[in-house]
């Protein structure tokens, strides 16, 4: 096999554009603007990623299609819509930093931001293990420093140490199933693996390294029961952390992880269905049936979690982990690669739902800078604080609540919609997917406790009128209008997957 | 005809515009409102001046929206929708001229009322489910945010218990729908979710499929008509919603559910029809009653209207349960007729009685002479009683006639159980009428012994009053006195396969 190391690089260009605006944006700052006030620095480091990444951007668009490298890399129309996805939320994120909290570190911040974009891209072609695990690792490490980036906070330290714990452990799970699986198949390219696993789905040493998948994959999604990290990490993470935690890094996570479970343990995968002739379950053990009971579990955990809440910050992370139970039934219910087009749904759900959650985050972080943003309370008045910041969230709560026509609604319901397709409304997934439906009746409760404080409750009595600086009313605005338009008119988003 | 769809985009655009100018003055939004609620009114009252019945349903836009979900753009209307979409014009207008003297936050108020207008036309005109169910669940949060936001006893708590049951019904007809169109893919290979469509495979189903997705469909749409005992939500969030909001809650909302009945849940699943027919009559012959019974011993004044919208909405899901064409036109018309007669009564409580005497207890109501004190409100309240409790002339008449007369024809014993709720709404409306308006035994000027101060004179009654109300009286009277104009356009619309074959009840 010749590797030919001029297409590799053309293929990686978006990745080696942001690292270079990454060194760039470090570069300039040591050597020029050190003694510039850290809000100077900060604006001019964002004004370089943000250039970096819609170079990046242009390139992912235009870029090279198909297999790389040997097959290392897969762009396919998912891998790319996919790399898109996450560049224009790290963007909309920048844009959040800028509206939040000047943090201590002002250049390193947005540097770590691209490093951890940089991870994703890659995590959304790799189709091989050992890329795969670096990718991911790479995106993970910048998290774990950004969870834990506010050094003066003893709150942010324990989010960083909790995630850093716990995605430790996850990423030794993940990596003791990938060398079993190489162990049993020979192979680290996804595809090898998925021929050769197809004779030994139920052997134990098979079930034990899919268990080590699934796991770390629990916990990537932040799917119960492997989600207790994320309630803390999403209250003590600088705001914009969180937002990149629960948008970009879950986008990329879970295609890399569906590409994980369909190619390569497409084989080990069981079945769910129905017969369509003699209406029986069809039901084989295999990682089908592990997912679905994280999903069921997710969606139960998170829903009822956020019920008690009354910290915003916490009441999103359980809201987070309910649509995890419902990204991972979409896992499920896309299938296997070879009926691509129908990962739609669960790409447009994962994105939507990232852009809402960089929304809400967005307006936290902005609450934040000039008082507190902890408890529900603290949002009381907004509309009367400022209207935009109101409406902003508005729009992305609202969508977190699955209402149309924003996009949340239309997220969910596809995705419902293929799981029930999976064998009949009758078969294990149809019942996770009105499980969902009912639980989203739920889920309208605790939003609407949110955007009472904000729409319907008077402001408490020192609360200022805030200011919303520029950069980040344009990504809250960006954020809401995409929402709109991508719920309202979802052929112009979906006619190019 | 072709520009009905324009009162849906006008809607919403008239909600960001009410939203827009009442950042500068609350007058400005107030005119924005009126003129898009009478654009609106005017776009339908000339689509049924062109409206030919016989056509059956008119298709009037028709594009792909997602295609790779099946699911089209498609609006369409025939007599029924059309029925309903002038009613929701005439609520809105009048809805907003009794929200005239609104001065908090009047922008957002006009901005909310618009949206929820616009999904409920949206869903009057809908041909394609998941379109019907986009505009059904847009209606949704407006209504929350009118009553958390403007409303009054108990807001928060109504407004939530409101949202909550509206979304949770809608969480029911989703799953009911998603299993229909699943099974539609997996039985015929055809993946649609057009109306027509969905019945030509939905109807011959076997029956358990089709009990249990009526069931679903049925019930999630009920929760919404007030059907007993799922009806709880209604007297509380109506009592507790502004008077504008009040109107379109009881006016137009209420009937999403029943319009919802009658248009997905009857002609989709004509078999689970068939099997739940004593089941929905008896519970729609219970809350009539039960709803009634309530009613006459309500002491706050709001209630009592509340409700009674509980009960006369027993009639419409009464009339579907019987399930032929008599019963069902009479449904329609009750739909109508009880928009425009809610929207008279909550408006007089609301807005002329409780924003100038500051009570709405009928104990604190019958030591004013409220007869002599304002009279142009006590001559609306009794037409208005007059009609919600059947007189000759006004629209609830013919209507609860045809229901009963329907209902007769498939059970006798229906047909009784109703006509004691006749006469128990006659005993509410009396006693509502007699306490509030015609009880004052003493002299006025005597102190009395309740909070309400001894007064001679209120603000007089301002003209968006006068007008809302003769709006919705003429509305009343003429239908009541020629019901054919609406009869000759609901008629035709039960004459399409689909319904005819629900109304043999799945018989071919």
Redesign the interface.
């Known amino acids: 096999m010749r590797l030919d190391y001029a297409e590799l690089f053309r293929a990686l260009r978006p990745e080696a554009l942001l690292v270079f605006g990454a060194l760039l944006a470090l570069g300039l700052d040591l050597a020029v603007f050190r003694a510039r006030p850290r809000e100077a620095r900060l604006r001019i480091a964002l004004w370089i990623g943000a250039l970096a990444i819609v170079a990046a951007l242009a390139h992912a668009w235009l870029g090279v299609r198909g297999p790389v490298f040997g097959g290392v890399l897969l762009f396919d129309r998912i891998a790319v819509a996919t790399r898109l996805g996450v560049l224009v939320l790290t963007l909309l994120t920048l844009g959040v930093t800028a509206g939040g909290r000047t943090p201590r570190h002002p250049v390193e911040h947005v540097a770590i931001v691209l490093f951890a974009a940089t991870g994703f891209l890659l995590m959304a072609a790799a189709n091989q293990l050992l890329l795969a695990f670096l990718a991911l690792e790479l995106a993970s490490v910048s998290l774990y420093v950004l969870a834990g980036f506010d050094k003066s906070s003893p709150r942010s330290a324990e989010a960083g140490l909790k995630y850093f714990l716990t995605g430790g452990i996850s990423a030794a799970f993940l990596l003791f199933g990938f060398s079993l699986l190489y162990g049993i198949t020979g192979s680290i390219e996804l595809a090898e693996i998925g021929k050769r696993l197809a004779g030994h789905a139920t052997e134990p040493l098979t079930i034990v390294a899919v268990v080590m998948v699934v796991a770390a994959f629990g916990f990537k999604a932040a799917a119960a029961p492997f989600h207790l990290w994320a309630p803390d990490a999403y209250e003590g993470a600088p705001a914009p952390s969180a937002a990149l935690i629960a948008s970009a890094a879950k986008l990329a996570g879970l295609v890399l992880f569906w590409r994980l479970l369909w190619s390569g343990l497409g084989g080990a995968a069981g079945d769910l269905g129905r017969d369509v002739e003699s209406t029986r379950l069809t039901v084989v053990n295999g990682w089908m049936i592990a997912v679905a009971l994280l999903a069921f579990a997710s969606m139960a955990v998170g829903n009822l979690g956020a019920l008690a809440q009354r910290n915003v910050r916490r009441l999103l992370a359980y809201s987070a982990i309910a649509h995890a139970g419902v990204l991972v039934l979409g896992v499920i219910a896309t299938g296997p690669v070879t009926t691509e087009p129908t990962v739609a749904p669960l790409f447009y759900y994962a994105a939507t739902y990232g852009l809402a959650t960089v929304g809400a985050f967005g307006v936290i972080a902005v609450v934040a800078r000039a008082g507190r943003c902890e408890e529900l309370t603290d949002l009381a008045g907004l509309h009367r604080r400022s209207p935009l910041l109101a409406g902003c969230l508005a729009v992305c709560v609202l969508s977190l609540a699955g209402i149309p026509p924003l996009a949340g609604f239309l997220g969910k319901f596809w995705v419902i919609l293929m799981a029930f397709r999976v064998g009949g409304a009758a078969a294990p997934l149809g019942w996770i997917g009105a499980a969902a439906v009912g639980w989203s009746a739920v889920g309208l409760y605790y939003y609407l406790l949110v955007l009472k404080q904000a729409l319907v409750a008077a402001p408490t009595e020192n609360a200022p009128p805030l200011r919303v600086p520029p950069a980040a009313a344009v990504a809250l605005v960006t954020t809401a209008a995409l929402l709109i338009v991508a719920g309202v008119w979802p052929d112009v988003v979906l006619r190019w997957l | 005809m072709n520009a009905l769809p324009w009162t849906i985009y006008l809607s919403f655009l008239g909600a960001l515009l009410a939203l827009v100018a009442g950042?500068r003055s609350a007058a400005a939004a107030r005119v924005v409102a009126l003129v898009t609620a009478v654009i609106g009114l005017g776009l339908t009252l000339v689509a049924a001046a062109k409206f030919v019945p016989a056509a059956g349903l008119q298709t009037l836009v028709n594009v792909?929206?997602?295609?790779?979900?099946g699911v089209r753009y498609h609006l369409a209307a025939d007599g029924i929708s059309l029925t309903l979409v002038v009613l929701t014009g005439l609520a809105s207008v009048a809805g907003i001229l009794f929200s005239w003297n609104l001065t908090a936050r009047v922008g957002?108020f006009f901005a909310c009322y618009l949206a929820l207008i616009g999904g409920v036309y949206g869903v009057f005109l809908s041909a394609d489910a998941f379109v019907f169910?986009?505009f059904y669940?847009?209606a949704?949060?407006p209504k929350?945010?009118l009553v958390?936001?403007w409303g009054s006893t108990r807001r928060?708590y109504g407004a939530?218990k409101l949202?909550?049951y509206s979304?949770?019904g809608s969480?029911l007809v989703?799953?009911g729908l998603?299993?229909a169109?699943?099974?539609q893919?997996?039985i015929d290979g055809v993946t649609s979710f057009d109306l027509a469509t969905l019945a030509e495979h939905t109807a011959r189903f076997l029956p358990p499929y089709q009990i249990g997705m009526f069931a679903l469909v049925f019930l999630g749409f009920a929760i919404l008509a007030g059907l007993w005992p799922l009806h709880t939500w209604a007297p509380t969030g109506h009592v507790a919603a502004p008077t504008g909001a009040s109107m379109l809650l009881a006016g137009v909302v209420m009937k999403l559910g029943a319009y919802g009945c009658l248009r997905v849940a009857l002609p989709l699943f004509p078999t689970g029809l068939a099997f739940f027919q004593p089941a929905i009559a008896w519970l729609a012959i219970a809350g009539i009653l039960y709803a009634g019974v309530v009613a006459l011993v309500q002491d706050d004044f709001k209630f009592v209207i509340g409700y009674s919208s509980v009960s006369h909405m027993g009639f419409v899901l009464l009339g579907l349960a019987a399930a032929n064409p008599t019963a069902v036109a009479g449904a329609v018309l009750q739909m109508f007729s009880h928009g425009v007669i809610a929207g008279l009564l909550f408006a007089v409580v609301g807005r002329m009685v409780y924003e100038r005497t500051h009570t709405r207890r009928l104990a604190d109501l019958r030591r004013l002479p409220l007869h002599k004190l304002m009279p142009f409100a006590a001559l609306v309240f009794t037409l208005a009683g007059l009609a919600s409790m059947g007189m000759p002339g006004f629209s609830g008449f013919p209507a609860e006639l045809a229901i009963l007369i329907g209902a007769w024809k498939t059970s006798p014993a229906w047909a009784v159980g109703a006509g004691l709720g006749v006469l128990v709404a006659a005993a509410f409306t009396l006693r509502a009428i007699h306490v509030a308006f015609f009880g004052a035994t003493e002299n006025p000027s005597a102190p009395s012994a309740g909070n309400a101060a001894p007064v001679d004179h209120f603000e007089p009654i301002t003209w968006p009053e006068r007008a809302g109300a003769l709006l919705l009286i003429a509305a009343t009277v003429y239908v009541g006195l020629k019901p054919d104009v609406l009869l000759d356009w609901i008629g035709p619309a039960l004459e399409s396969d689909a319904m005819k074959f629900a109304l043999r009840g799945g018989r071919p």
Do not use: R
């Not at chain 2, 792909?64 to 979900?69: A, I």
């Open positions: 950042a792909p929206w997602l295609p790779q979900l957002e169910f986009v669940e847009i949704i949060v929350y945010f958390a936001n928060e939530m949202a909550l979304f949770a969480a989703l799953v998603l299993w169109v699943v099974a893919t997996g």
